[in-house]
Antibody, heavy 113, light 107 residues
Framework: EVQLVESGGGLVQPGGSLKLSCSAS????????MHWVRQAPGQGLVWVSH????????NYADSVKGRFTISRDNAKNTLYLQINGLTAEDTSVYYC??????WGQGTLLTVSS | DIQMTQSPSSLSASVGDRVTITCRAS??????LGWYQQKPGQAPRRLIY???SLQSGVPSRFSGSGFGTEFTLTISSLQPEDFATYYC?????????FGGGTKVEIK
């Protein structure tokens, strides 16, 4: 059974940094594209970034380019999202998803002073 | 970037009604489109892939159609468990983009 478990969210001050993690199990992790999608409270879904199986190809939404970095550790079956220069607009539930079919339950990041 | 314009943004319908939701892409995306259902407090669930293929386990009352720039999700007979928000997503070109969502409410 495919399982994705996000972690690392919480309350962070504006200007801070955070690294989200997504632990994967139930499939051969290095064979699949992985994505991050976020959703601000009461708002719609926003695609953030994706990375291919060996980590050599990444893409980002324009709104996060330069501040977010997606990465993966295939030995640990873990996906990451490094977020720098946090602003209130980054407050969202962050989901990781395997090829946009299987989704974790999300981790809430709140940016506030 | 490809913009996905979804309509309506909300609708009220009764159990048994036929419901249609539309997504329009700002440029052609072939059939590189999926439809998702999301209920409050839950992660999204993919219903349709390739614009018209039904995801395994999804009831057959859901169907999708379209190619290029115009896409439709149809629920043939709305059931109580279908009240949710629906999103389209294009994956033809990066950055991937979602439609704004359609909230289906009980009339």
């Amino acid at each position: 059974e495919v399982q994705l478990v996000e972690s690392g969210g919480g309350l962070v001050q504006p200007g801070g940094s955070l690294k989200l993690s997504c632990s994967a199990s139930g499939f051969t992790f290095n064979r699949f594209w992985m994505h991050w999608v976020r959703q601000a409270p009461g708002q719609g879904l926003v695609w953030v970034s994706h990375i291919n199986g060996d980590g050599s190809t990444t893409n980002y939404a324009d709104s996060v380019k330069g501040r977010f970095t997606i990465s993966r550790d295939n030995a640990k079956n873990t996906l990451y999202l490094q977020i720098n220069g946090l602003t209130a607009e980054d407050t969202s539930v962050y989901y990781c998803t395997r090829d946009l079919i299987y989704w974790g339950q999300g981790t809430l990041l709140t940016v506030s002073s | 970037d490809i913009q996905m314009t979804q309509s309506p943004s909300s609708l009220s319908a009764s159990v048994g009604d036929r419901v249609t939701i539309t997504c329009r892409a700002s440029q052609g995306i072939r059939d590189d489109l999926g439809w998702y259902q999301q209920k409050p407090g839950q992660a999204p669930r993919r219903l349709i892939y390739g614009a018209s293929s039904l995801q395994s386990g999804v009831p057959s009352r859901f169907s999708g159609s379209g190619f290029g720039t115009e896409f439709t999700l149809t629920i043939s007979s709305l059931q109580p468990e279908d009240f949710a928000t629906y999103y389209c997503l294009q994956h033809n070109t990066s950055p991937l983009t979602f439609g704004g969502g359609t909230k289906v409410e009980i009339k």
